[in-house]
């Protein structure tokens, strides 16, 4: 069974910073492929960011303020989110498992997502 565990989320004020983790405790962590994308109430899926083995690509809203990572050793992809600003407010959660390595892509496998809300 795929598992993905967000954790780090909460509250913060604009200007603020937090760190995303995401513990994969599958072999899906091996894939060359994983992601972060955010859903905010009653607005669509957004993707994020994604680590195509090493290469990362950003959506233009974050773009210069997120940076992901991975760090192998601990099978755990990180979102780092600086600046962050109230339209960041959403559900964030980790993918694997795709066939085509996109900031916009469906993802396979999820996890269950860790809230991340930025006050003004």
């Known amino acids: 069974q795929v598992q993905l565990v967000e954790t780090g989320g909460g509250s913060v004020q604009t200007g603020g910073s937090l760190t995303l983790s995401c513990a994969a405790t599958d072999h899906t962590y091996s894939t060359y492929c994983m992601g972060w994308f955010r859903q905010a109430p009653g607005k669509e899926r957004e993707g994020v960011a994604i680590d195509s083995d090493g290469t990362t690509k950003y959506a233009a809203s974050v773009k210069g303020r997120f940076t992901i990572s991975r760090d192998k050793a601990k099978n755990t992809l990180y979102l780092q989110m600086d600046n962050l600003k109230p339209e960041d407010t959403a559900m964030y959660y980790c993918?694997?498992?795709?066939?085509?390595?996109?900031?916009?892509?469906?993802?396979?496998?999820r996890g269950q997502g860790t809230q991340v809300t930025v006050s003004s």
């Open positions: 993918g694997s498992g795709t066939v085509t390595c996109r900031v916009s892509t469906d993802w396979i496998y």
